[in-house]
């Protein structure tokens, strides 16, 4: 544009010297003859201003200022992010949970009523693999020593590190039959008549069991809530408490309970 106008303007000049030059006298044929030299160096000026011009206007752009094409071609491409992927799914949320073993082992304690370890216990969770876990609990009743085993298939829930299990377990430990220990499955048992006290030293029982897991978001809490039924397997290898054969004044008979329910609540930390 700044060569089209210089032009221009140049052109008109030209046309104004050569009706100055017609007017004086000048022989049309001299004119003629002046008028492509002085045409091709006007030509020759204009561009050449035109040219010179191009540095002063790249030093007068602000500096950092791009161009349309340059912007274009200079632009990154979008990237990714971390929090999706190529089908827009968000990532996982980071495991907060410190346990070494990657919650593949706990230590728990255990308070509970007619439970296979014990009133009080403290039990070792083995969990290989989400799906199965191994439970070794020992404990003390009113009467002893007990301990126990238990398998259990483990069932993920949600919310996550939440699970429902099954059991099926062993147990054994000193038991005595009563109505004091039994309550109130012992007294719907006995129907009301107060029968000598029936003592095991060594009961055996075959435990089903249901049991909640929960582990905590973060840190290595794990909670436990479980309930099942204990079967009592060597039911005739009891023996009579003698101050109550004594006192009733008649001896033991074979009608006993084979059967308990328990309630357990256990709370540790991953290994």
Partial sequence: MAYARTYARERFVWRRRRTKVTAVGVGGQNAKGLFYPVLTLEFAAALGFTVAQLPLRS???QPGQLTREESTMSAPAPQPTAASNVSGSVAPEPNLRTSSTNDAAAVVGHIGLGAPAGLIGVDIDLMPIDYIALEVGV??????LQWAATPRLRIPLRPRRTY???GLGFSQGR???DSQSGGVLFALHSMGEDKPAKIWSRARWLN???AFDRFTDKGRGLMRLATGIAVLQNRTSYTCDAADVARL??????NVLSSVMYFVF???LSI
Wanted: net charge negative; glycine share 18%; charged share 10%.
């Fill in 164 to 166: 429902l299990g099954f």
């Fill in 249 to 254: 004044g008649f001896n033991c008979d074979n």
């Fill in 59 to 61: 030093a007068l752009a």
């Fill in 139 to 144: 404990g003390v009743n009113t009467y002893g």
């Fill in 175 to 177: 038991y005595k039959s």
């Fill in 266 to 268: 256990s709370y540790g």
């Fill in 208 to 210: 089903y069991e249901l």
